[in-house]
């Protein structure tokens, strides 16, 4: 299955500041995802990234709170936005090479904020 | 009724026990279906996909029950290396992956 790098692996964060996560796979995929996993929870979708395309966001996740690029096949990034202590949680990213296909995870972002 | 829902454990067997995780789902439109790893601080690791007729690798045999929307996971002579939690993931429409909270295992010696 394809390689998949995020960075940072981890940060520590002051509220009110954002930051910019990165994924990267190491072969073009077709579909691309943005999860978060909340200490102690199961994995929550936030959003589908598009290539070309603005992302589709689940319930409860909006684009000013957690714009998401991907400008390519291999490449993605997430942005967590005016960082609060609620944001301290796990991101993931997945890729997939179809719709029903299952999911290949990157191995997280950890993020805690101070 | 959560869409995916699993017993969360923990489960405490002896290495060489047989243990059995299950899971139901709400949406009977659901296509596919996987069982996921996650050791602790880790990311998920797919451990199997599930399929009608029923499907082993190794240790592992996974069943779908469609009218009952009931997946199951069994493992075999248990490992030490099999302590971790194991997800259960349902696939309801074309991209859309829902996650149970996760089983625990542990396996002891």
């Known amino acids: 299955s394809a390689v998949i790098s995020q960075k940072p692996s981890r940060d520590i964060c002051q509220r009110g500041t954002s930051l910019t996560i990165q994924c990267q796979v190491d072969?073009?995929?077709?579909?691309m995802f943005w999860y978060r996993q909340q200490p102690g929870q199961s994995l929550t979708l936030i959003a589908t990234?598009?290539?070309?395309?603005?992302?589709?966001?689940e319930s409860g996740f909006v684009i000013d709170k957690f714009p998401i690029s991907r400008p390519n096949l291999t490449f993605s990034t997430l942005t967590v936005s005016n960082m609060s202590p609620e944001d301290s949680s796990i991101y993931l990213c997945?890729?997939?090479?179809?719709?029903?296909?299952?999911?290949?995870f990157g191995d997280g972002t950890r993020l805690s904020i101070l | 009724r959560k869409e995916v829902e699993q017993d969360p454990g923990p489960f405490n067997v002896p290495e060489g026990a047989t243990v059995a995780f299950n899971c139901t789902y709400s949406?009977?439109?659901?296509?596919?279906f996987f069982w996921y790893r996650q050791d602790c601080r880790k990311e998920p690791k797919l451990l199997m996909s599930?399929?009608?007729s029923g499907n082993e690798d190794g240790r592992f045999t996974a069943q779908l029950n469609r009218a009952s929307q009931y997946i199951s996971l069994l493992i075999r002579d248990s490992k030490l290396s099999d302590s971790a939690t194991y997800l259960c993931?349902?696939?309801?429409?074309?991209?859309?992956?829902?996650f149970g909270k996760g089983t625990m295992l542990l396996v002891s010696p």
């Open positions: 997945s890729v997939a090479h179809e719709g029903n296909q299952p999911q290949h």
């Open positions: 072969s073009q995929v077709t579909m």
């Open positions: 990234a598009n290539q070309g395309s603005e992302a589709t966001y």
């Open positions: 949406n009977s439109a659901s296509q596919s």
């Open positions: 599930v399929y009608s």
């Open positions: 993931v349902v696939n309801s429409g074309y991209s859309t992956l829902t």
